[in-house]
């Protein structure tokens, strides 16, 4: 007579061909999301040379081309023979990193918009970040309006983005 709990541990492994489709293709979507990195960017990433090599071939490939398509499925093949959560888990931090400067730089706009209302806006700055330099910022307004009204290149914009910038950004 069969052991029924040998039943039921079968029937936890089993995978359906749907299941398995969908895992591989999980697999593929996180190599053309290595491919679609830059250098630098995958540097950061932790891969045997062996896939790195794959990734850095298909970057070279036409993207338009069979052969890249095919070296896709070449690295989703080759990922599935390997551990993966250490790759998915650098890809999360290099997004979670591009978030937070997006963030950053989102703030910095907000405040230079803040400084260009005048000293009512420079003020409520001044609040939040009590060492900014007040007159530089007063100073760099009134050039800025003073550029906007003769349609001149927004110069002092860009310098208080700047200037913003270096207190703002982590």
Do not use: C
Not at 72 to 85: A, P, V, Y
Not at 90 to 97: C, G, K, N, V
Not at 131 to 155: G, T, V, Y
Request: overall charge positive.
């Amino acid at each position: 007579m069969a052991n029924p709990k040998s039943n039921e541990q079968v029937d936890d492994d089993f995978k359906s061909k749907t299941q398995l489709k969908a895992e591989s293709l999980a697999i593929q979507k996180v190599g053309e999301t290595l491919v679609s990195l830059g250098v630098a960017a995958l540097e950061k990433i932790p891969m045997d040379d062996e896939l790195k090599e794959a990734v850095l071939l298909a970057q070279r490939i036409n993207k338009k081309k069979d052969g890249y398509r095919r070296q896709l499925q070449l690295i989703g093949k080759m990922m599935r023979h390997r551990d993966i959560q250490p790759i998915e888990l650098a890809l999360q931090e290099l997004q979670m990193t591009h978030l937070k400067s997006n963030k950053q730089f989102h703030r910095v706009e907000e405040a230079r918009d803040q400084v260009l209302k005048g000293d009512d806006g420079i003020n409520a700055l001044m609040n939040e970040y009590p060492d900014l330099d007040r007159q530089k910022l007063r100073q760099l307004s009134r050039q800025a309006k003073k550029q906007q009204e003769q349609n001149k290149p927004p110069k002092a914009a860009r310098d208080i983005f700047q200037y913003l910038k270096l207190y703002l950004v982590d």
